[in-house]
Each structure stands twice: as structure tokens, then as C-alpha cells.
């Protein structure tokens, strides 16, 4: 892997800087946010005088002291920066407190006066059903007739499935700096993974235009989508204190705090119907979604939507239906977060094959095949998109051979049926996921590519840099594209004064997409240097005239691939091309060719292509504990050409450990007045090094480079979270072996020790 100094060294010697790290500017304010311990009420009075008296306090609002807009929805503005009237969830931002130090804020927040009178809340999707309190109209999408599907197969199953809230748990929690420039500008440190969101936010509770606001990300500890508007929320608060104050302002908030307060994975609640034949072929799918969306809208439509447009995983369901709905809680906005949706609707069709392979006593790894998409006419999705060439079957027969799948399995079988306290549980899943924002205007991306006249470049695009290795795989293309060594390439801190109007960097495709808009200003600076540099051979080696089409790049140097010996150092042609009044900068663009789709019928191509990945985990559950063990894990990931295997490795691994938390041990509570009780490592359990899986096999598929990708490479970002599935399915084998794998366990995820011990008792024999 590529360890330059930028990369994966600074993370490793401590050097690499985050918001918090930064040198503190002279006259910083700390800022504290004032929140909400009611989940519905209605805010009778408050006064902020006391507050606003004591000695060193330098500011204290209200949302009557927003000079803009009080609004930070991102897509539908329904979410106010400050409360006004009424709070609508527990940990919502009221007011906003800027003093010299922390202890000072604490103080000032302890002098505020505000009188709540309590309103009804609805904590649960089911109240939320009840009073039929939705975010927005409720959606379809289908293909064929699930009903005539249904009705006409020889075999039906249907249930209700739960799955969780996740808690995304970056490292370094959401934090902002605010520096005040001349008359109305503002300088934002955010560690935001949509820069130009905050840029249009913080400049619309301020009553700016975007032209006066600067947003600089150097890196983020972690997003996980969590980032993706909800820093927005940290950076409209801290540039609302800037600017009231004139001074520099920083808010960090607390882990307490910060898991309080900010959105999490949505909770869902599916139902669902199959219909199948005897040899477990699906006829037709009938799914119900419903979502916990919060308190207002944020990312909801867009998570709901993926997740609609996964509801096939690998599988080609000739009749589909899916509804699906948003529901109005009063909990903190649910937000994006890896998978946007996917994994939901994963675990329903997964939950799906596996209930079949029961239902017919088969084994589901050979029900799973069975329904994979493969060539024509099966390979057609229910939104219209054909699956080009799925890898499905091959992958799944070479995993199954590398990780002795068949004799694992009947291993397993021999421990079961000679262990009274233990059990052991295997499952093979596959993920198919679509990448492109579904959004499709999103699909573009901006660069700027700046070459010093020593020969060294810094490179400027619109992404953001978390952690998943995106500046390491610029800096390779940026190398290749130059034929330099890596360490004469700089990516700089990401900046909405270099790069306006970017996407977030998000859907998996950060590097898909600002790679191509750099490569693109690579391009049109080689062109523009290849045109210069015959008159410089001329003058140097003399001879006939080089042709710019001869030119090349390679090798720490440019030269004329006809003529030997015509070559001049990188560094020495920057020189030249300076002294002859060539420009070095140019600015690179990029948006995704071919895709589209009618969003209002479901049907098109929303995806540029889909990334394929499949898992095999073996669990050891212990009856009497509930507690499951994770004792082997192979994972065959399908990934084009990579542009960095230790960094797809790294996101592979950690993508599928997220997986596995979101599915076992991460539970969200709150108590009965909304307020949540899991608001700290010791009460919300994250995996750590000791659940990585003793035995982990993860193989990159070589020798499938992606057609239209930068270096045919692909996403890789978001997949392997859903391998996470695995485990959890091992987890469902191990609980339906205690009943001779007769019975189908009623299972919700995550999958617990608690729950897995509910489980466990509810197949005993008698009950
Ligand atoms: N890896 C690390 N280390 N930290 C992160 O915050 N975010 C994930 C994934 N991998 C994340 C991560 C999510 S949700 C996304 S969408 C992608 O990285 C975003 O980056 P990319 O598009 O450059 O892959
Ligand atoms: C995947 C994503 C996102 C998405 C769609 C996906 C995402 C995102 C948006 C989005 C949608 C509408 C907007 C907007 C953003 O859509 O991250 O600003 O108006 O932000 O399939 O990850
Ligand atoms: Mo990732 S959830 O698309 O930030």
C-alpha cells in the first residue's frame, strides 16, 4: 500500500490533524448548544438574562437571534436551526451559548429559565402508524402482479421483520470552527462530508450568499454518512455565534452529546409475503417498509428509495410490489448512514431465501443460487435495469470451495448434534449494490489541478477525505495521470473555494467521481504541455520537430516516444513551461454517462453498475448465554481493478465488522419520554479487535476491470457493511439447529444475547 506521508502515516504517528487539533486562532470562543430534554412540548417562556449577565459569557441565543433563515432541512426545509414555539424531539438544539471557556457555557446553560408545557410524543413506529403521522405520501414501485404471483404458487411464506437504529460512532465527534473574516465573510473548519451543504446552510441562517462563506475540510474522524447533513447542524450553530460575537468560535460536541443529539440508521419495520415453488424459485415478492424518519424529513426519501431499489439483492423476482413509508416520530432526523437504506431492505430479502431453504428442508446456499439474477430474461431488476454479466454464480461456487462451505456445514452438523450447551451456525450471503446517487443530478464532480513551476502538483477536487482512503487513491491517479512518483503529488485540504457546488462525498462514489473530474484536469494540462513541448526538444536536442501526439508522461519524466534520448525531466519541463507562458492550473469536471430513470413510475437505470461481494461466516452460539462468537469468515469480493487493495482490504474488513455490529450487539433505547438511555460506549456496544473473527479470509476477484471507471476500478465504500448479514444468519442457522432446523426462529435484528436467549426459549419443545 501506498504509505506517503499524507495517508496512512499521519493516522499511525498521531501527525495528521483534525478540527480540534488546529492551532486555536487568539480571542476563540467555546460554543455549547442547549437542548431539548422533552421529545414533544411546547415552550411556554424562557428567559436568557441571567445567562446572558454572568462574567465572561459572551453570547446567548435564541432563535429570535437568527439574522437568516432559521432553517437547516437539507433536501425539504422542515428542520429549524434553533426551536421556536415547540420542541418535536429530545436533545433538540433550543438555545446556543458562547463564553470563554467550557466551564462558563455550563454555567450560563444552568441560568436559562424555560418552562415547557409536555405534548403527546410518538417514540415507536407503531404509535406513529396509529396516528397515521407520515413525513410525506407513501410510494410504490412493482413489476408483474404480486398479488396473481402470490396467489398462484405452491408455496407462501410472510412475517414482519424488525431491524435497528445504528449509532455510526466516528471517533472524532461533530465539531466546527467558525473564523470571522472583513464585513460579512466566514470561514468554516468543519469536518462535514458535504462542504457545500454547509457552505449553503451556515450561509442561510446567517442572511449571506454563498460567495462570503468558505468551507475547509481537511479530514473527517469518520463520517459514516452521519456527517453527510449533520454537521451541517454544528456548523450553522457555531457560524451563528461567530457571527453574533465577532469572534472565532468552536463547538465540539461530547460523545454524550453528540449521540443525543444526532440522527441514527433508521429503524424499520417490514412486512412481507413470498410466494415460491417446490424447488425454492421465487414467483413473487410483496414487501411493506416502513421507517422511523424523526422529527423532520433530512435524508428519509433517499434512504427509503435505495432501499426500495434493493429489495432483490441478488435475486431476480419476476413479480414484485413494494410500499413503502416514512413516519413522523418525535426522536432526533434519522439520517444517511453506510448502506442508505440497502442493508434494511437486505436483511428482508435475505430473511426471505433463508425461511425458504427451511420451508422446503433445502440448503440455502443452493435456494440462494437458484434465484440468482443470471443471463436473459432473468436478469432484468423490477425498476428496468438490466444486470449486465452478474458474477453471482461463480463467485458463490468459488467462495463455497475456498471456504469449504459443503464440509463446514456438515462439520457443524456432527458438533450439533454431540454438544448439549453449544451450537453451530453457518450462512453464505450475497451483496448486490447499485452504485450512483439515486439522485441523479448528484453524479458529478469538480477538480482543480495545479502543477509549481518546481514540478510538483497539488491537486484540489470536491471529495472529503474520512478515513476510507480517498486522497491515497487521487494521489495514485493523479501519479499514474503524470507518470510521477507519488510523493510529488499534494492533495490538499478539500475547499468550497476551489471546487463549488459538490456532491457530498457519498453513495460509495467519492472516488469514482472526483478520480474521473481530476483525471479530466489531468487531460487538458497534458494536452496543453504536450503542445509546448516541441519547441522545447527543438531547442535543447534540435532535429526534426516532435509531434504533441508523441508525447508522453512516464517515469519522473516527459518525452518524445519516436525519438530516444528526447526526454526532459518533469521538474525542468514545468520550468520551461513557465518561463513560455504556459498555464499550469486547470480546473477538471465529471458527470456519470448513461443513467436516468423515471422516478415517479420506478423504472430506468439508476445505477452507473453494481459492485458484487459475498461472505460466508460460521458462529459458535452458547445456549446458555446467548452469546455468539464469530469463528471464521471468508469474504470474495468482486471490486474491477483496484486503485489501492490495502485500502479495499481495510474498507472490506471494517465495512463488514460495522455490519456485524449493526446486526448483534449495537441496540438503541430510549426510555419511556423519548430520551435515550444508549448515549455511551458502556451502554451501546460497538465490535472492537476482540470480535474480529480469529480465522478472516478476505480475497479481492481479480481480472474483472469495470468498463467505464477510472482505472476500471470500482466502488467500494458501502458494500461490505451488508456481508454483515452473514453473521447474522449464522446466528439464525445456530438457534433453528436447537429444533432440528424444523422450526423458523422469530427473530428480529440485531440479534442480541437477549434476544437470541428470547428466541432460544420460544423454540423449546412444549411451549
Ligand atoms: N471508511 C472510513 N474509514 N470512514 C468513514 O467514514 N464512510 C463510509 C465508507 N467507508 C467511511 C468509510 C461511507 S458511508 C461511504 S458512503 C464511503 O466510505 C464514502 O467514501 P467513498 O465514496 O470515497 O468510498
Ligand atoms: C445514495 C446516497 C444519497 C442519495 C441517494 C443515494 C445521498 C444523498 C442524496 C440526496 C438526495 C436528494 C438531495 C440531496 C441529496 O441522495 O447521500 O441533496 O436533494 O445526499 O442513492 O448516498
Ligand atoms: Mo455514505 S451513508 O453514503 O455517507
Known amino acids: 500500500m501506498n504509505l506517503s506521508a499524507e495517508n496512512a502515516l499521519y493516522y499511525v504517528t498521531g501527525e495528521a490533524a483534525f478540527v480540534d487539533d488546529m492551532p486555536e486562532p487568539s480571542r476563540l470562543l467555546h460554543g455549547l448548544v442547549v437542548t431539548s430534554a422533552e421529545a414533544h412540548a411546547r415552550i411556554r417562556s424562557f428567559d436568557l438574562e441571567a445567562a446572558r449577565r454572568l462574567p465572561g459569557v459572551a453570547a446567548v441565543l435564541s432563535s429570535r437571534d437568527i439574522p437568516g433563515h432559521n432553517q437547516m432541512g437539507p433536501v425539504i426545509r422542515d428542520e429549524l436551526c434553533l426551536a421556536e414555539q415547540e420542541v418535536t424531539f429530545a436533545g433538540q438544539a433550543v438555545f446556543l451559548i458562547a463564553a470563554e471557556t467550557m466551564e462558563l457555557c455550563r ?242 430479502i435475505e430473511t426471505i431465501l433463508d425461511r425458504i431453504a427451511r420451508h422446503l428442508g433445502k440448503d440455502p446456499l443452493e435456494v440462494r443460487k437458484r434465484n440468482f439474477y443470471r443471463h436473459a430474461p432473468g436478469n432484468v431488476t423490477h425498476y428496468g435495469q438490466t444486470v449486465v454479466e452478474p458474477p453471482l454464480s461463480e463467485m458463490a461456487d468459488r467462495l463455497a470451495a475456498s471456504s469449504d462451505y459443503h464440509t463446514r456445514r456438515r462439520a457443524a452438523a456432527d458438533f450439533n448434534a454431540c454438544h448439549e450447551f453449544f451450537r453451530k451456525g453457518i450462512a453464505l450471503t450475497p451483496v448486490k449494490f447499485g452504485i450512483s446517487f439515486t439522485t441523479t443530478f448528484l453524479n458529478q464532480a469538480g477538480a482543480l489541478v495545479l502543477i509549481y513551476a518546481d514540478g510538483t502538483v497539488a491537486v484540489n477536487h470536491g471529495g472529503t477525505e474520512m478515513g476510507q482512503g480517498l486522497n491515497a487513491k487521487i494521489q495514485a491517479i493523479a501519479a499514474a495521470g503524470f507518470g510521477l512518483p507519488a510523493g510529488q503529488i499534494k492533495v490538499n485540504a478539500t475547499s468550497t473555494s476551489r471546487v463549488p457546488n459538490t456532491s457530498p462525498t457519498a453513495a460509495s462514489s467519492g472516488s469514482d467521481l472526483n478520480g474521473m473530474a481530476v483525471r479530466n484536469a489531468i487531460e487538458t494540462l497534458k494536452q496543453r504541455i504536450a503542445e509546448a513541448m516541441p519547441a522545447v526538444f527543438a531547442d535543447r536536442f534540435g532535429g526534426e520537430k516532435s509531434s504533441a501526439e508523441d508525447i508522453v508522461f512516464e517515469g519522473g519524466c516527459i518525452q518524445d516516444r519516436r525519438r530516444p534520448g528526447c526526454s526532459v525531466p518533469f521538474s525542468e519541463a514545468m520550468r520551461e513551461m513557465n518561463l513560455r507562458q504556459v498555464s499550469l492550473a486547470a480546473s477538471g469536471f465529471y458527470r456519470t454517462p448513461d443513467i436516468g430513470w423515471d422516478k415517479a413510475r420506478g423504472w430506468g437505470k439508476p445505477f452507473h453498475y453494481y459492485v458484487y461481494t459475498m461472505a460466508v461466516s460460521e458462529v459458535l452460539l452458547d445456549l446458555l448465554t446467548g452469546e455468539a462468537r464469530l469463528l471464521r469468515v471468508d469474504i470474495l469480493h468482486e471490486g474491477g481493478r483496484s486503485i489501492e487493495p490495502g485500502i479495499d482490504r481495510g474498507q472490506i474488513e471494517g465495512g463488514f465488522l460495522q455490519g456485524v455490529g449493526w446486526c448483534t450487539t449495537e441496540e438503541i433505547k430510549w426510555d419511556e419520554g423519548g430520551r435515550l438511555l444508549t448515549h455511551s460506549p458502556d451502554t451501546y456496544k460497538i465490535p472492537t479487535s476482540g470480535d474480529v473473527p480469529p480465522v478472516f479470509h478476505v480475497e479481492l476477484l481479480e481480472g474483472r476491470p469495470n468498463p467505464g471507471t477510472v482505472h476500471g476500478s470500482k466502488a467500494i465504500g458501502e458494500p461490505p457493511f451488508m456481508l454483515g448479514l452473514s453473521a447474522w444468519l449464522a446466528i439464525k442457522d445456530a438457534i433453528s439447529a436447537t429444533a432440528g432446523h424444523r422450526e423458523e426462529p422469530d427473530f428480529d435484528l440485531p440479534a442480541t444475547g437477549e434476544a437470541i436467549l428470547l428466541s432460544l426459549q420460544r423454540l423449546k419443545p412444549g411451549r
Not at 465577532?246 to 453528540?258: E, F, S, Y
Open 107 to 348: 454555567q450560563a446553560a444552568a441560568e436559562i429559565r424555560v418552562e415547557y408545557e409536555p405534548l403527546p410524543a410518538i417514540l415507536s413506529l407503531e404509535q406513529a402508524m396509529e396516528a397515521q403521522s407520515l413525513l410525506g405520501p407513501p410510494r410504490t414501485m412493482c413489476r408483474g402482479d404480486a398479488e396473481a404471483g402470490l396467489r398462484a404458487a405452491a408455496h407462501r411464506i410472510s412475517g414482519t421483520l424488525r431491524t435497528g437504529a445504528q449509532e455510526h460512532w466516528y471517533l472524532e465527534t461533530q465539531v466546527c470552527l467558525c473564523v470571522p473574516g472583513e464585513g460579512r465573510e466566514m470561514t468554516v473548519y468543519s469536518s462535514t462530508q458535504h462542504p457545500s451543504e454547509t457552505q449553503a446552510l451556515a450561509a442561510g441562517v446567517l442572511g449571506i450568499s454563498r460567495n462570503e462563506v468558505a468551507v475547509e475540510v481537511k479530514r473527517l474522524g469518520g463520517g459514516f454518512g452521519g456527517k453527510e447533513t449533520q454537521a451541517n447542524h454544528t456548523a450553522c450553530w457555531t457560524a451563528l455565534l461567530s457571527r453574533a460575537t465577532g469572534r472565532p468560535v468552536k463547538i465540539r460536541l461530547n460523545r454524550d452529546q453528540d449521540m443525543i443529539m444526532t440522527g441514527k440508521r433508521h429503524r424499520f419495520r417490514i412486512g412481507y409475503s413470498a410466494g415460491f415453488d417446490s424447488d425454492g424459485l421465487l414467483q413473487a415478492v410483496r414487501f411493506d417498509f416502513h421507517s422511523d424518519g424523526g422529527a423532520a424529513s433530512d435524508l428519509s426519501f433517499a434512504i427509503m428509495e435505495r432501499a426500495m431499489l434493493h429489495a432483490d439483492n441478488a435475486y431476480f423476482v419476476p413479480n414484485m410490489e413494494i410500499r413503502a413509508s416514512v413516519w413522523k416520530t418525535n426522536l432526533p432526523s434519522n439520517t444517511a448512514m453506510r448502506g442508505f437504506g440497502g442493508p434494511q431492505a437486505m436483511a428482508a
